[in-house]
Each structure stands twice: as C-alpha cells, then as structure tokens.
C-alpha cells in the first residue's frame, strides 16, 4: 500500500529540500510545488512529501463546526 494521493492545493513540506509548497499537479508519484507565495514551481516525489498539519484537520476541524451548528 502506497502513501495517499495529495489533492491539488495541499500545503507540504518537502522533506529533500525543507521548503514549504502548494501541490499544484502530479503524475504519479511525481509532484509538481509552488511556493505559497508565488514563484518557480519545482517537482519533488511523494516520499519526501508531508502534508501539513492544518491541511490535515481543516476538513476535520470543519466537520466538527458544522456538526455543532446541527446540534449534534
């Protein structure tokens, strides 16, 4: 089993080169990076990927919020 496909606008970090970048295409295992700010994309590969933290619980933290505006 490989590591998950990471969505077009994560936030990572690339572990090869300690830098900061917005997932912007892939192929395959093959990631295409921008940094946040704008500037020069570069490729890195899916093993020296991780996501960041708050891309990581936005989509948790948002179901939670939207839970307790139900009530639940």
């Known amino acids: 089993m490989g590591l998950p496909e990471l969505a077009n606008g994560t936030v990572v970090r690339d572990n090869a080169t300690e830098r900061i970048g917005v997932v912007m295409a892939h192929s395959g295992a093959r990631y ?25 619980l936005r989509p948790a933290v948002a179901e939670l919020n939207a839970n307790s505006e139900r009530g639940l």
């Open 32 to 56: 295409s990076l921008r940094p946040r700010g704008g500037g020069l994309e570069w490729d890195a590969w899916r093993n020296d990927l991780s996501a960041i933290l708050s891309d990581i």
